[in-house]
T-cell receptor, first 114, second 113 residues
Framework: AQSVTQPDIHITVSEGASLELRCNYSYGATPYLFWYVQSPGQGLQLLLKYFSGDTLVQGIKGFEAEFKRSQSSFNLRKPSVHWSDAAEYFCAVGNYNQGGKLIFGQGTELSVKP | ETGVTQTPRHLVMGMTNKKSLKCEQHLGHNAMYWYKQSAKKPLELMFVYSLEERVENNSVPSRFSPECPNSSHLFLHLHTLQPEDSALYLC????????????FGSGTRLTVV
């Protein structure tokens, strides 16, 4: 069965520091991979997605993620964090052949120190 | 504004009440979804509709009843809920299956008292 693991429940970084949020997936074939962000009281917003091709994908708000098949990982990175990046981040895996079902990780809450 | 609108934003209801959550999308998408988001738990997929037909029901209790009258609208009818049903209910839509990712609404914060 597909699964997504985000090992870090909560991360705190200083403003201006770099950020990496971890995501590991379990899936038998090449998955579709996504990162979403959720601000308090809001729905989820798509940051970026990977389907195929270049394993380094660029997203909105200066985020990028790298697909590493050998490690079954899809980590999210940002070189310099802004206070407005404080939110909850969700990694998700999907499969075209399973009728549009996305499986989400439990989320990583990001706090940003001034 | 994401193009997926959920109403109401907040709802408080008693355990004997009947209420409905509404979701509307103006993106021309063919699939719509209900997710439940409880504190400290992963998002739980409840229902999937594709081209107005329910294609998945993830063992959701019958006190939750979805309705999809057309490709732009999705409802979640609620009756005799339990306090543990209090959560953020998120609606999402996608062009076609999972290929394009989901567009989410802002959710309805439901409190059952």
């Amino acid at each position: 069965a597909q699964s997504v693991t985000q090992p870090d429940i909560h991360i705190t970084v200083s403003e201006g520091a770099s950020l990496e949020l971890r995501c590991n997936y379990s899936y038998g074939a090449t998955p579709y991979l996504f990162w979403y962000v959720q601000s308090p009281g809001q729905g989820l917003q798509l940051l970026l997605k990977y389907f195929s091709g270049d394993t380094l994908v660029q997203g909105i708000k200066g985020f990028e993620a790298e697909f590493k098949r050998s490690q079954s990982s899809f980590n999210l990175r940002k070189p310099s964090v802004h206070w407005s990046d404080a939110a909850e981040y969700f990694c998700a895996v999907g499969n075209y052949n399973q009728g549009g079902k996305l499986i989400f990780g439990q989320g990583t809450e990001l706090s940003v120190k001034p | 504004e994401t193009g997926v609108t959920q109403t109401p934003r907040h709802l408080v209801m008693g355990m004997t009440n009947k209420k409905s959550l509404k979701c509307e999308q103006h993106l021309g998408h063919n699939a719509m979804y209900w997710y439940k988001q409880s504190a400290k738990k992963p998002l739980e997929l409840m229902f999937v509709y594709s081209l107005e037909e329910r294609v998945e029901n993830n063992s959701v209790p019958s006190r939750f009843s979805p309705e999809c009258p057309n490709s732009s609208h999705l409802f979640l009818h609620l009756h005799t809920l339990q306090p543990e049903d209090s959560a953020l209910y998120l609606c999402a839509s996608s062009q076609d299956r999972a290929s394009y990712g989901y567009t989410f609404g802002s959710g309805t914060r439901l409190t059952v008292v």
